[in-house]
Structure formats: structure tokens, C-alpha cells
């Protein structure tokens, strides 16, 4: 687990350095081999084999569980089909722009980043990594949305979106927060728990 953000670190770098025909190539490698190892777990889900991993994030987020059951797996599939076809036309409009060197990393980095987010929210099973997930996803496509941010009306779009994303972030850290509270715990499975228990409380 260690290692994906270690890899993404130095894809990232190196989509920085390349030259302008190289950067869209060694994204779209990044975006294929997210794909690969994302749809791994998800085939595996839409046969009826749940999948799940459990990793130590310290004293902050504590044991995260990632999932994969038949729901997940959809998500997955989707996105990851969506993440490829758009950089497999994106890059070869994006070679007809005259952005900077700097600019075109930068949108890059973060179609590189936003997939990983998205499947971050997929697989996660944790509140708190959920949350994180999310945050980094809106932050990233929020980058992607201004990317010809000359134009005014694109700010617009751009600070538009992040304000209803960050909308959305509040209840659910507020949800979250209350099933904490409820429950002591962050997991997914605090959530069916809770509300599972509610209509024996009530009756």
C-alpha cells in the first residue's frame, strides 16, 4: 500500500520534466495502470467475491478497511472506462493548445490524482479516509475544471463547483461525525450497525 503514493509521487515528477509530447503519454500510462490494478478487485466483486484489505494509517485514521463487493465494482468499471477514453482524446487535444509546459503538467498531475481519489472513495469502508478521498478528488477536478483559466466564465464554472462539492463535504462530515458519536467508530459496517439497532430501540 506504501507504494502507491511513492509511484504516483515519482510519475508525477516525471510527467514535470518530460517534454510536451511525452507528458500525455506517460499520463495515459498512469491512468492504465490504475485501471489494470483497480478493475483486478473489481472483476473479482461482480463475480460475488468480496474483496477487502485492511491497512494501518496511524494514529490519525487508524485500521482502514478498502472494499470491493458488486456496487463498488460497478463504480469502478465505469470510471476507470470514462478515465480512459478521456485521456486517449484529451491528450490529443491538449497537444493543440499553446498552455505552458507548467499548465499542462499540472492538468496531468491532477487527472492523475483525480482518478486515484475517485477510487479512493470507492473502495474506502472508512469515514475519515472516505472524507479524504473526497476532499482530494474535489480539489483535483476543481484544477481540471479551470484549466483554461483566462477566461472568465471558467473561474466561474471552477468556484461554482467547489463550493457546492464543499456543501456536500459538510453533511457528510457531519453524518459521520454523528454515527462517531453513536458509535465510536469510523467503519462502514458502524453505519449498518447503528441504523440496524434503531428500530429494536424504538420499539
Keep these: ?12 515528477a516525471a510527467i514535470a520534466m518530460a517534454g510536451e509530447k511525452h507528458k500525455g503519454t506517460l499520463a495515459l500510462g498512469g491512468v492504465l495502470a ?16 468480496v ?22 465494482a460497478w463504480f469502478v468499471l465505469l470510471t476507470c472506462f470514462t478515465q480512459v477514453t478521456a485521456i486517449l482524446y484529451g491528450r490529443k487535444y491538449l ?4 498552455s ?23 473502495f474506502s469502508n472508512h469515514g475519515l479516509a472516505f472524507l479524504f478521498a473526497w476532499e482530494v478528488m474535489a480539489l483535483s477536478a476543481f484544477i481540471l475544471v479551470i484549466f483554461e483559466h483566462g477566461k472568465m466564465e471558467t473561474l ?31 467503519d462502514f459496517t458502524a453505519i449498518s450497525q447503528y441504523t440496524a439497532a434503531q428500530p429494536a430501540e424504538a420499539g
Design 156 to 186: 466561474k464554472a471552477g468556484i461554482n463547483y467547489l463550493i457546492q462539492s464543499h456543501v456536500s463535504i459538510v453533511f457528510l462530515s457531519l453524518g459521520f461525525l454523528w454515527v462517531y458519536t453513536m458509535t465510536g467508530s469510523f
Design 95 to 98: 497537444e493543440e493548445t499553446r
Design 34 to 49: 490504475m485501471t489494470a490494478a483497480s478493475c483486478i478487485p473489481a472483476a473479482a466483486a461482480l463475480t460475488g467475491t
Design 100 to 122: 505552458s509546459r507548467s499548465n499542462l503538467s499540472l492538468h496531468y498531475i491532477s487527472y492523475l490524482t483525480n482518478q486515484a481519489a475517485m477510487l479512493g472513495v470507492y
Design 1 to 12: 500500500m506504501v507504494l502507491i503514493p511513492v509511484l504516483l509521487i515519482a510519475l508525477f
Design 51 to 72: 474483496v477487502t484489505r485492511t491497512y494501518s494509517f496511524g494514529s490519525v485514521f487508524g485500521d482502514v478497511t478498502f472494499r470491493a463487493d458488486g456496487l463498488t
